[in-house]
């Protein structure tokens, strides 16, 4: 019997995306912190629930059955919002004890990777990889 892999499709993981590069830049432009409040309770409700609202929102969009869109790796997402979220957290936490250098590493890093996703190129992907090949190597020893 062959395993079920579990998967996103790709316009929800994109909107996802967006949302957290969005939610960045509100904050970066208006100072109000809470907009990083968005996009880190809807990844923590994504990560502990399995119920991420961004997405659900944006699947009412979707116009075809969602397994005619391009796959993204459940497991994948899951480490690259771990990943997001962290910096979100440490953002929204930095910039409300008035750690602005950190907050403004920790909100860019995120963005960054998040409009690098969006053009093509998985940076969490690519530490997952690596950590991967890392672990594989060690235990060939």
Known sequence: MEK???????????TNQWFIV?????????????????PLVSGLLGLFFGF???MRFAKIFLKKPLSTYIPEDWDQQQFNQTIAV??????LVSYLAHWTILAYISTGMVALASFVAILGFCIGCFIR?????YRFRRSSN
């Open 129 to 133: 990889y690596q950590w991967t090949q």
């Open 86 to 91: 962290v910096c979100l957290a440490t953002g």
């Open 4 to 14: 079920q892999l579990r998967s996103i499709p790709r316009p929800l993981v994109k």
């Open 22 to 38: 969005i939610c960045v830049l509100l904050t970066w432009t208006t100072d109000i912190k809470w907009f990083l409040a968005l």
């Open 52 to 54: 991420n609202p961004v």
